[in-house]
């Protein structure tokens, strides 16, 4: 039977005594000649001077971030001085006098690079346990020396391939190997390999699911459980031959719940149901993390054979903050420390308090979470075998040393590898260190006992949690599919819609859908066979009635006050949100978009009607330019009517956000979708007609753009052109447009957005896990079809053959497949026309460059594999002409300038990207890369309403950016209104009586 006590204070006094007895041991003095040898160090220096000033630690540790990928001691140089020579930076006299040096490559610069190279690798060899086995070993001989157990950690890149998934199995299969082999020779340490009579494994590895599979993600669950699986059980079978223990790692949240998934159904397994040499982890600054372990002991009950709990506080606190507001989700952390630290202490006693079913491993440096776990052991009278407490590597020593003193058993978790993949750890734990909420840091400054033992108490945000947009515009937030309940409303809409498939769609003209002559099947790009829909294509008689409808019905819409047509968009917006699911699923399958990529589209949509809905009553309001005696107005007009002619590569969002645009400024407006997404078209005009729009304001005419296109493009009535679409197209349409018609009495209006040949720059100090990820995403996402895709890498030489190989690697890993697949990362191209016309393009760029990958793509439907050219001349024509496919060409260039003038050398200037850790690049960028949107350290595609308005210049388009501020201006005409309010020589002057 497992004793509860549920009173907190029955275990207060007990904490207290413990708390005080262990603090005293982690604030001994140190000599006279200690204290002034660490004065003298670097490293401490470093770790001071970041404590004392926020705005130099930023930068400290950016700069600290960057040193690694630095190859020699004048770019050191040169980048310290750049991050840290900042006038925003406040720098000790110490640090000024050491950066004051007129070149990188003097004398002084190269001092001050060796002095921080130097202290830098101090700091890390702090943290980090050694860069190889033989090193690891010896740190680990000497921390049992000190009655100390270990796990080990292995650090690395971050894992974008299938190869480095492998190699990540293979190192801990070897390193459990080197490990316990040493361990033949270690003697037996009572303390930490023996408890309750029961010997202990002397070998512990600490792994993280994630590394297990490239393509690791929640969409898929059943896909990742599968391939992970596979490789954790070739582990779990020679850890038992080796009699080493292995524990897993928890990372980001939103690994979180498959990652528990996984692990309860693998170790209910036959082969491993009785194994109790293996372990998982709770994080507790998640709000989620009690009940994870109140499901946890049930499961533990029916398993019948205890694990290890390794519970922490976690550490991606601002990855994971940050993440959730750019995301508009939910804040899935609490928002401030001792919040975490008391839940940690829940967590702790509800662990304990069921220590029949599992061993509890405490991990902290905070004296009073640990002396909290020993007051309620011992109250408990826990077995010793049943918890230990852990500590980081180079974190806690002096904690960990006085609870071994005091008979605990205690491990040291000490990760080790290179040090250039081991920074970032690097930086979590400096920010550990230095943080202003910092136990370690609060202990080292001495603040008073009683201050560093009170019980924590969290503010009432901190526990209720929630975000917030600081008065920015509040975006859709798309599914997050880590939540299973996403994932079976996703797969829930395919039953819906699927049922639908074959309907015929007809246009609707003044309030009436229409039969048509002609109609067209939109199939499904995945598998042509399969009919999404049979689409009714307007004659030239119907596109008249059209235009002849929405003239009629301009006077009443413009005169709709701008409340009530701003409505009409935010109903329609509630409508799509209620329908995501179904929407997502007709994108998937009309125009293979693969699902994550298909939901993103319908939050933009959403966003462009409620964010233009807000923005046309801003405008509505006007400017107010009065002057005594005379009152000046500055207002806004419709224009007439509109023509929407929406691409079919947005299907959802471009198509709703242009007619909406037209539709709350006033206009009249006609949306000719894109033939092979006319389907999706439909159920947006479904969507209208269903959230109040009259008949004739807004009109769904479905034809060909040679014909009805062409037809109401040149007609004298229509007042505005809004297309997205091909260059060829929209400089036809920019040139009819242009010609005066025959009983015209305007000048036609027209919005352009023509695509682009959008590159990336990625240049020596780039931090490349980074840079080929968002490559990858970049230039195969929707195959290649987005107009801000990239299609040209430009990388400087230094890193060009490091990131050539894992390109390759990481784009070979990805999945080709049917886009409704919730493992797909690349789908079809939109039809048989664009498939023969990127594989005529992969056949020039054989002929002009070197073909690094072709990835193998199923045969039936409209596949071409990701394709990657290297070596590739800025002149050639797979660099310089629109591919609009899964084709990269990669170029090689000796420098910085030579990048940028490569990345201008096309005719369109619509988005580019740039990776580097460079602040002089960076600004260089800023100023010379010729792009409608730069994106600096991410991928270049999905642009966010309000956030990142969205278009170019050259030949990318004409016209304000989407989603941003100027946009609706396109479809207004502005006029000013001036009264003399004179009567008789009189006029009230305001603020005169």
Same mark, same amino acid.
């Given at each position: 039977?497992?004793?509860?006590?549920?009173?907190?204070?029955?275990?207060?006094?007990?904490?207290?005594?413990?708390?005080?007895?262990?603090?005293?041991?982690?604030?001994?003095?140190?000599?006279?000649?200690?204290?002034?040898?660490?004065?003298?160090?670097?490293?401490?220096?470093?770790?001071?001077?970041?404590?004392?000033?926020?705005?130099?630690?930023?930068?400290?540790?950016?700069?600290?971030?960057?040193?690694?990928?630095?190859?020699?001691?004048?770019?050191?140089?040169?980048?310290?001085?750049?991050?840290?020579?900042?006038?925003?930076?406040?720098?000790?006299?110490?640090?000024?006098?050491?950066?004051?040096?007129?070149?990188?490559?003097?004398?002084?610069?190269?001092?001050?690079?060796?002095?921080?190279?130097?202290?830098?690798?101090?700091?890390?060899?702090?943290?980090?346990?050694?860069?190889?086995?033989?090193?690891?070993?010896?740190?680990?001989?000497?921390?049992?020396?000190?009655?100390?157990?270990?796990?080990?950690?292995?650090?690395?890149?971050?894992?974008?391939?299938?190869?480095?998934?492998?190699?990540?199995?293979?190192?801990?299969?070897?390193?459990?190997?080197?490990?316990?082999?040493?361990?033949?020779?270690?003697?037996?340490?009572?303390?930490?390999?023996?408890?309750?009579?029961?010997?202990?494994?002397?070998?512990?590895?600490?792994?993280?699911?994630?590394?297990?599979?490239?393509?690791?993600?929640?969409?898929?669950?059943?896909? &990742?459980?599968?391939?992970?699986?596979?490789?954790?059980?070739?582990?779990?079978?020679?850890?038992?031959?080796?009699?080493?223990?292995?524990?897993?790692?928890?990372?980001?949240?939103?690994?979180?719940?498959?990652?528990?998934?996984?692990?309860?159904?693998?170790?209910?397994?036959?082969?491993?149901?009785?194994?109790?040499?293996?372990?998982?982890?709770?994080?507790?600054?998640?709000?989620?993390?009690?009940?994870?372990?109140?499901?946890?002991?049930?499961?533990?009950?029916?398993?019948?054979?205890?694990?290890?709990?390794?519970?922490?506080?976690?550490?991606?606190?601002?990855?994971?903050?940050?993440?959730?507001?750019?995301?508009?989700?939910?804040?899935?952390?609490?928002?401030?420390?001792?919040?975490?630290?008391?839940?940690?202490?829940?967590?702790?006693?509800?662990?304990?308090?069921?220590?029949?079913?599992?061993?509890?491993?405490?991990?902290?440096?905070?004296?009073?979470?640990?002396?909290?776990?020993?007051?309620?052991?011992?109250?408990?009278?826990?077995?010793?075998?049943?918890?230990?407490?852990?500590?980081?590597?180079?974190?806690?020593?002096?904690?960990?040393?006085?609870?071994?003193?005091?008979?605990?058993?205690?491990?040291?978790?000490?990760?080790?590898?290179?040090?250039?993949?081991?920074?970032?750890?690097?930086?979590?734990?400096?920010?550990?260190?230095?943080?202003?909420?910092?136990?370690?840091?609060?202990?080292?400054?001495?603040?008073?006992?009683?201050?560093?033992?009170?019980?924590?108490?969290?503010?009432?945000?901190?526990?209720?949690?929630?975000?917030?947009?600081?008065?920015?515009?509040?975006?859709?937030?798309?599914?997050?599919?880590?939540?299973?309940?996403?994932?079976?409303?996703?797969?829930?809409?395919?039953?819906?819609?699927?049922?639908?498939?074959?309907?015929?769609?007809?246009?609707?003209?003044?309030?009436?859908?229409?039969?048509?002559?002609?109609?067209?099947?939109?199939?499904?790009?995945?598998?042509?066979?399969e009919i999404i829909g049979k689409v009714g294509l307007i004659s030239i008689e119907q596109a008249e009635q059209a235009i002849q409808a929405a003239k009629a019905a301009f006077p009443g819409w413009r005169k709709t006050p701008v409340r009530q047509r701003a409505?009409?968009?935010?109903?329609?917006?509630?409508?799509?949100?209620?329908?995501?699911?179904?929407?997502?699923?007709?994108?998937?399958?009309?125009?293979?978009?693969?699902?994550?990529?298909?939901?993103?589209?319908?939050?933009?949509?959403?966003?462009?009607?409620?964010?233009?809905?807000?923005?046309?009553?801003?405008?509505?309001?006007?400017?107010?330019?009065?002057?005594?005696?005379?009152?000046?107005?500055?207002?806004?007009?419709?224009?007439?009517?509109?023509?929407?002619?929406?691409?079919?590569?947005?299907?959802?969002?471009?198509?709703?956000?242009?007619?909406?645009?037209?539709?709350?400024?006033?206009?009249?407006?006609?949306?000719?979708?894109?033939?092979?997404?006319?389907?999706?078209?439909?159920?947006?005009?479904?969507?209208?007609?269903?959230?109040?729009?009259?008949?004739?304001?807004?009109?769904?005419?479905?034809?060909?753009?040679?014909?009805?296109?062409?037809?109401?493009?040149?007609?004298?009535?229509?007042?505005?052109?809004?297309?997205?679409?091909?260059?060829?197209?929209?400089?036809?349409?920019?040139?009819?447009?242009?010609?005066?018609?025959?009983?015209?009495?305007?000048?036609?209006?027209?919005?352009?957005?023509?695509?682009?040949?959008?590159?990336?720059?990625?240049?020596?100090?780039?931090?490349?896990?980074?840079?080929?990820?968002?490559?990858?995403?970049?230039?195969?996402?929707?195959?290649?079809?987005?107009?801000?895709?990239?299609?040209?890498?430009?990388?400087?030489?230094?890193?060009?053959?490091?990131?050539?190989?894992?390109?390759?690697?990481?784009?070979? &890993?990805?999945?080709?497949?049917?886009?409704?697949?919730?493992?797909?990362?690349?789908?079809?191209?939109?039809?048989?026309?664009?498939?023969?016309?990127?594989?005529?393009?992969?056949?020039?760029?054989?002929?002009?460059?070197?073909?690094?990958?072709?990835?193998?793509?199923?045969?039936?439907?409209?596949?071409?594999?990701?394709?990657?050219?290297?070596?590739?001349?800025?002149?050639?024509?797979?660099?310089?002409?629109?591919?609009?496919?899964?084709?990269?060409?990669?170029?090689?260039?000796?420098?910085?300038?030579?990048?940028?003038?490569?990345?201008?050398?096309?005719?369109?200037?619509?988005?580019?990207?740039?990776?580097?850790?460079?602040?002089?690049?960076?600004?260089?960028?800023?100023?010379?890369?010729?792009?409608?949107?730069?994106?600096?350290?991410?991928?270049?595609?999905?642009?966010?309403?309000?956030?990142?308005?969205?278009?170019?210049?050259?030949?990318?388009?004409?016209?304000?950016?989407?989603?941003?501020?100027?946009?609706?201006?396109?479809?207004?005409?502005?006029?000013?209104?001036?009264?003399?309010?004179?009567?008789?020589?009189?006029?009230?002057?305001?603020?005169?009586?």
């Amino acid at each position: 039977m497992v004793v509860q006590i549920s009173s907190d204070s029955s275990y207060e006094l007990k904490t207290q005594e413990i708390a005080k007895q262990l603090l005293v041991a982690t604030r001994e003095n140190k000599s006279f000649f200690a204290q002034m040898r660490d004065q003298m160090r670097w490293d401490d220096k470093l770790l001071a001077w970041a404590m004392a000033s926020p705005g130099l630690r930023v930068q400290l540790f950016r700069f600290i971030d960057t040193l690694p990928a630095l190859r020699s001691k004048p770019e050191v140089a040169r980048h310290l001085q750049e991050y840290l020579g900042d006038e925003s930076v406040e720098l000790p006299t110490a640090l000024k006098g050491m950066l004051n040096f007129a070149s990188p490559d003097s004398m002084p610069g190269t001092v001050a690079a060796t002095t921080v190279n130097t202290a830098v690798e101090t700091l890390a060899h702090k943290y980090i346990a050694g860069e190889n086995i033989k090193q690891v070993i010896k740190t680990v001989e000497s921390l049992r020396k000190q009655k100390m157990a270990f796990t080990i950690d292995l650090l690395g890149e971050a894992v974008i391939t299938e190869a480095e998934a492998q190699s990540y199995l293979d190192r801990y299969l070897e390193l459990m190997e080197q490990l316990t082999d040493a361990a033949k020779s270690w003697s037996t340490v009572e303390a930490i390999d023996k408890a309750d009579g029961e010997d202990l494994p002397k070998v512990q590895v600490s792994v993280k699911l994630t590394a297990f599979y490239s393509q690791f993600d929640p969409l898929d669950a059943k896909g &990742s459980e599968e391939r992970v699986s596979d490789r954790i059980r070739l582990l779990l079978r020679r850890a038992a031959q080796l009699g080493a223990a292995v524990h897993f790692d928890m990372e980001q949240y939103a690994y979180k719940d498959i990652t528990l998934s996984i692990l309860k159904k693998l170790l209910l397994e036959d082969e491993f149901r009785s194994r109790t040499d293996v372990g998982m982890t709770i994080q507790a600054y998640l709000r989620d993390s009690e009940q994870d372990v109140k499901d946890l002991i049930p499961w533990l009950k029916e398993r019948g054979y205890p694990l290890t709990v390794r519970l922490v506080k976690g550490a991606y606190w601002d990855q994971e903050t940050i993440k959730s507001m750019q995301k508009d989700w939910p804040v899935p952390v609490y928002s401030d420390k001792a919040a975490t630290d008391a839940n940690f202490e829940k967590i702790t006693q509800l662990l304990l308090e069921n220590h029949e079913y599992l061993y509890s491993a405490i991990g902290s440096h905070n004296v009073r979470s640990q002396a909290r776990a020993i007051a309620i052991a011992e109250t408990l009278k826990v077995p010793r075998r049943r918890f230990e407490m852990q500590v980081l590597y180079g974190m806690g020593d002096k904690l960990a040393k006085s609870l071994v003193d005091k008979g605990y058993r205690v491990r040291v978790y000490c990760p080790y590898g290179d040090l250039l993949p081991g920074m970032a750890y690097l930086i979590r734990r400096l920010l550990e260190n230095t943080a202003n909420s910092s136990f370690l840091r609060q202990n080292l400054e001495e603040r008073p006992v009683e201050e560093l033992l009170a019980p924590p108490t969290p503010s009432n945000s901190a526990v209720n949690g929630g975000g917030g947009t600081n008065g920015a515009f509040p975006n859709a937030a798309d599914t997050d599919y880590a939540e299973i309940e996403a994932r079976a409303r996703s797969q829930q809409a395919y039953a819906t819609v699927r049922p639908q498939l074959g309907k015929t769609y007809l246009p609707l003209i003044n309030g009436e859908y229409v039969n048509t002559a002609e109609t067209v099947d939109s199939v499904n790009p995945s598998n042509p066979s399969e009919i999404i829909g049979k689409v009714g294509l307007i004659s030239i008689e119907q596109a008249e009635q059209a235009i002849q409808a929405a003239k009629a019905a301009f006077p009443g819409w413009r005169k709709t006050p701008v409340r009530q047509r701003a409505g009409v968009l935010r109903k329609a917006a509630d409508l799509m949100e209620l329908r995501r699911a179904e929407l997502s699923a007709w994108v998937v399958l009309e125009v293979g978009k693969a699902v994550r990529e298909a939901d993103g589209e319908v939050s933009e949509a959403i966003d462009f009607c409620r964010y233009y809905a807000d923005e046309m009553e801003r405008l509505d309001e006007g400017y107010k330019y009065d002057i005594a005696g005379e009152t000046n107005r500055y207002i806004y007009q419709p224009r007439g009517v509109t023509v929407v002619i929406s691409p079919w590569n947005f299907p959802i969002a471009i198509a709703t956000g242009m007619a909406v645009a037209a539709l709350v400024t006033g206009n009249c407006t006609l949306l000719k979708p894109a033939e092979t997404s006319s389907v999706i078209a439909a159920k947006i005009t479904e969507i209208l007609v269903e959230a109040g729009i009259p008949k004739g304001v807004f009109q769904y005419v479905p034809g060909r753009g040679s014909q009805a296109g062409a037809y109401m493009v040149k007609h004298p009535d229509v007042h505005l052109i809004a297309f997205t679409g091909s260059q060829e197209v929209g400089c036809r349409i920019y040139a009819d447009a242009a010609i005066l018609q025959p009983g015209q009495k305007h000048l036609k209006r027209v919005i352009a957005e023509m695509g682009g040949k959008n590159g990336i720059i990625v240049d020596e100090s780039a931090d490349l896990d980074q840079a080929v990820a968002g490559v990858v995403y970049s230039a195969f996402g929707y195959s290649g079809q987005k107009c801000s895709a990239c299609s040209r890498v430009i990388v400087l030489e230094p890193v060009y053959e490091a990131f050539v190989a894992r390109l390759v690697e990481a784009t070979r &890993s990805l999945n080709v497949g049917e886009a409704h697949l919730p493992s797909t990362q690349v789908g079809p191209v939109i039809d048989a026309t664009a498939q023969a016309r990127i594989r005529d393009y992969i056949e020039k760029g054989r002929a002009e460059a070197k073909l690094a990958l072709e990835m193998p793509s199923p045969d039936n439907g409209y596949f071409v594999g990701p394709t990657i050219f290297t070596e590739v001349p800025p002149e050639a024509t797979i660099v310089q002409e629109e591919i609009f496919g899964p084709v990269v060409a990669v170029m090689r260039v000796k420098n910085f300038q030579e990048a940028i003038a490569v990345a201008n050398n096309t005719n369109f200037a619509l988005t580019g990207g740039l990776y580097s850790r460079t602040p002089s690049h960076i600004e260089q960028a800023q100023a010379e890369f010729e792009v409608g949107n730069l994106y600096i350290n991410r991928g270049i595609t999905g642009a966010i309403v309000s956030r990142q308005p969205f278009g170019g210049f050259k030949l990318s388009g004409v016209g304000s950016k989407a989603g941003g501020p100027d946009y609706l201006l396109q479809f207004l005409e502005p006029r000013v209104i001036t009264e003399n309010i004179q009567r008789q020589g009189f006029a009230p002057i305001e603020g005169v009586d």
